[in-house]
């Protein structure tokens, strides 16, 4: 065991600084999104919203978030990375506080399109520190070390704060719901300030962001495959993750504590899977792990549809944490996958796919939800991954030995 510890400190401190920083910015956006997902949707559903409106609440973000991914590949070259990551910050920070004061679904509306803008702008920060500053050999054991170490146990902590806070302030109910978003308003300013003093601009890498992003599609052909799945990859973030607690709550009857242990249970796994799936990505290749984990998702799906027992919602947090293990692993496949010195349009352009494609999911998830039933969102989303992700998958190159990408990246700022 103590040389396990040893090891581990040994690799993350030969890591640039700018990344430690971020995966402490991703700890604490983990514990804070963490403490409020559990009761969001449910928040939004108690301020008047159905399950349409719930789907279109959430279309209505990812629409706005795709369009600003593509501004952000022009914004990082002018102003740097920095400065793009910090606003991203910040904008989350307002968001949580507009939710919090809103007093129907349409003011809730605002501020998770804002949430919905401010993390896209965050993430494409994350996103180029990682992909221009770590080395391939050690992308996926890093990017687990952020899942596991950092993210994995604010993410345990933060469903923990939030059910003793919610049952606190008066149980699953808008009064009761309310403070935990003026809560995460703080602590996400706290991690703007962390960002804005510690990020180093020069240590950056920012890649050719002032070009149009879509001609790498014109130049690289090969390249639309994988968009294909990263989309398909990213769907349960509009399709099952907006829906599974309200689920949940209004027909599996959970309270706030099993709402809260179903999204403890999903961080638990990035905690102890993260670290040791990412060094098994990083020998055996990233795409044999996402075979594996394919699986392991759809069980978490299925169950929910077919079990109502307490014990079991807590498992479907534990099937249903392979989707955070699966989209770590896809996004390290993404950086790899392109020339280094188009990274910043490389991930503006999936970014932008992936939030157009989940955008009309989500729609479309609300509207099988209201017209023919809530169970079907979760099956028609099994369904998908296997007849169409997987598939697709099949074809992309292992990128774990791709030329050009062993070593350090060149692209800085």
């Known amino acids: 065991m103590a040389n396990v510890v040893e090891r581990a400190v040994q690799f993350i401190s030969r890591q640039p600084r700018n990344w430690k920083v971020t995966a402490c910015r991703a700890s604490i956006d983990k514990c804070v999104y963490q403490m409020v997902f559990p009761y969001l949707s449910v928040y939004i559903a108690l301020l008047g919203a159905t399950g349409t409106q719930l789907g279109a609440i959430n279309s209505a973000g990812m629409v706005a978030s795709a369009v ?7 914004a990082v070259a002018r102003v740097g990375t920095k400065k793009v990551y910090s606003a991203g910050v910040a904008l989350v920070a307002l968001s949580y506080l507009i939710i919090g004061l809103a007093q129907n679904w349409v003011l809730a509306l605002a501020g998770t399109m804002l949430w919905w803008c401010g993390s896209t702008a965050a ?10 500053s770590l080395a391939n050999r050690d992308r996926a054991t890093a990017m687990g070390c952020c899942e596991s170490l950092t993210q994995g146990v604010m993410g345990f902590i933060g469903p923990v704060i939030g059910a003793m806070l919610v049952a606190g302030f008066g149980g699953v109910s808008v009064r009761g719901i309310r403070p935990v978003f003026f809560i995460a308003s703080i602590m996400c300013l ?9 990020l180093s601009e020069t240590e950056c890498g920012i890649g050719n962001g002032g070009s149009n992003p879509f001609l790498l599609l014109r130049d690289r052909p090969d390249l639309v495959r994988f ?15 907006p829906f599974t607690q309200v689920y949940a709550s209004q027909v599996k009857m959970a309270d ?12 638990v796994i990035g905690l102890l899977l993260g670290v040791p799936l990412g060094r098994l990505a990083d020998r055996m290749g990233r ?7 394919a699986p392991v998702y759809w069980i978490g799906n299925l169950l929910l549809v077919w079990s109502s027992r307490p014990a079991s919602l807590v498992l479907v947090g534990v099937f249903q944490g392979a989707f955070t293990m699966t989209s770590m692993l896809t996004q390290a496949i993404a950086v790899e996958l392109a020339p280094s010195e188009r990274t910043s349009d490389w991930l503006a352009v999936t970014k932008f796919f992936k939030m157009v494609a989940v955008a009309a999911m989500a729609s479309v998830s609300g509207l099988i939800w209201d017209h023919v039933g809530p169970e079907y969102v979760f099956l028609l989303a099994v369904a998908i991954d296997a007849a169409v992700r997987i598939p697709l998958l099949l074809g992309v190159p292992e990128t774990l030995e791709l030329p050009g990408r062993s070593g350090e990246s060149s692209v800085r700022g």
């Open 68 to 74: 600003l991914g593509l501004l952000a590949g022009t």
């Open 123 to 132: 993430g494409y920060g994350c996103a180029i520190v990682c992909g221009t």
């Open 190 to 198: 706290g991690a703007w300030l962390f960002v804005s003093t510690q």
């Open 227 to 241: 968009v294909a799945v990263s989309c398909l990859t990213s769907l349960p973030t509009g399709m099952v993750l």
């Open 256 to 267: 706030q504590y099993v709402l809260g242990t179903m999204v403890t249970a999903a961080a």
């Open 287 to 293: 795409k044999r792990i996402l075979f594996v984990l």
